[in-house]
């Protein structure tokens, strides 16, 4: 008989159940990012980000584009 502790590791006293276990991973899905519109070219960009469309951001362009 392995004496638990001695010539094994530490190890869970018990199983999780599929209950438990789903509800962890209820937390695990991913949520859609989250997007404002461009007020310059309407583009759809991450919020307090600059716009990787026009390069503006607070109203005045900060990044220059290639496409302008
Ligand atoms: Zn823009």
């Known amino acids: 008989?392995?004496?638990?502790g001695k010539l094994m590791g530490p190890l869970?006293?018990?199983k999780i159940s599929k209950g438990r276990r789903d509800?962890?991973?209820?937390?695990?899905?991913l949520e859609?990012?989250?997007?404002?519109t461009c007020s310059n070219c309407g583009e759809k960009?991450?919020?307090h980000r600059v716009c990787l469309h026009c390069g503006h951001y607070g109203g005045r362009?900060?990044?220059e584009t290639e496409e302008l």
């Open 32 to 36: 859609p990012k989250s997007l404002v």
């Open 45 to 47: 960009h991450l919020p």
């Open 61 to 63: 362009q900060v990044v």
């Open 23 to 29: 509800r962890r991973r209820t937390h695990d899905s």
């Open 1 to 4: 008989m392995i004496e638990k």
């Open 12 to 14: 869970p006293k018990r």
